[in-house]
């Protein structure tokens, strides 16, 4: 087991904000491995990122432990991933709904249950959700997503509070905003000085994960600054 730089697990390692919180936190000498539930063609060749299904529990514990034999526990774990379903009540179907609690509230709850306590045994670090306007209020034609995200900010909530003795700090940011990647500019007629930068996200998860204990922050609303609210 290497532990000559401290550790970072970045959930949701896809194009746009993962990538970037990964560059981010390699940048500052962390060992960086990615999470995601698909390969990609495009994944840098410095970036470590593995192919995981984190709604499965026992691959996830199983990829999990191995990761930290490897690097040591985590001192940064952030939870990125996201399905987004949008569409009236009645073409909502049951398992668009269930997607996307499975893949943003049970994963969260299962890589919270495998990484928490070992990182509460190795004192502490932090534990970032990324959420979204839906985590606040549900839009129409959002049911599946509104209500999976305000899920998923409970569960946050629940943890910050369980954790904190533990010396973890656990974060829900608010993404209000759509994010600049390829596939957002193909899919929203928006114009990209408008969208939220993938790399200044990544810069304020990086000042949150490094945040003194006496000033804790455990909700942000990021937006940007041409965006209604």
């Known amino acids: 087991m290497s532990q000559s730089s401290p550790l970072a697990i970045i959930s949701g390692a896809g194009a746009g904000l993962g990538h970037s ?56 774990v952030v939870h990125n991933t996201a399905q987004l379903v949008i569409g009236p009540l009645e073409k909502t179907t049951l398992v668009d709904f269930e997607d996307c609690w499975n893949s943003m ?69 608010i993404l209000d905003g759509i994010i600049d990647t390829d596939n957002s500019r193909n899919l929203h007629n928006i114009s990209p000085d408008k969208m939220m930068k993938p790399e200044d996200i990544a810069d304020i998860y990086w000042a949150l994960s490094h945040q003194p204990q006496s000033t804790w922050t455990h909700e942000l609303d990021l937006r940007p600054q041409s965006e209604n609210f």
């Open 21 to 76: 919180l990964i560059k981010r936190f390699q940048s500052a000498g962390y060992t960086v491995v990615g999470l995601n539930r698909s390969a990609s063609v495009n994944t840098p060749p410095n970036f470590d990122i593995r192919t995981i299904d984190l709604t499965q529990p026992e691959l996830t514990q199983a990829l999990l432990q191995d990761i930290m034999s490897e690097h040591g526990t985590p001192k940064v």
């Open 105 to 173: 509230v049970l994963s969260a709850f299962i890589l919270a249950k495998s990484i928490m306590q070992p990182m509460a045994n190795n004192s502490g670090g932090t534990f970032i959700v990324s959420g979204a306007t839906a985590s606040l209020r549900g839009g129409a034609n959002f049911s599946a997503f509104a209500s999976a995200k305000f899920a998923l900010r409970g569960l946050t909530q629940s943890l910050a509070r369980e954790f904190q003795s533990s010396n973890i700090h656990v974060v829900h940011t």
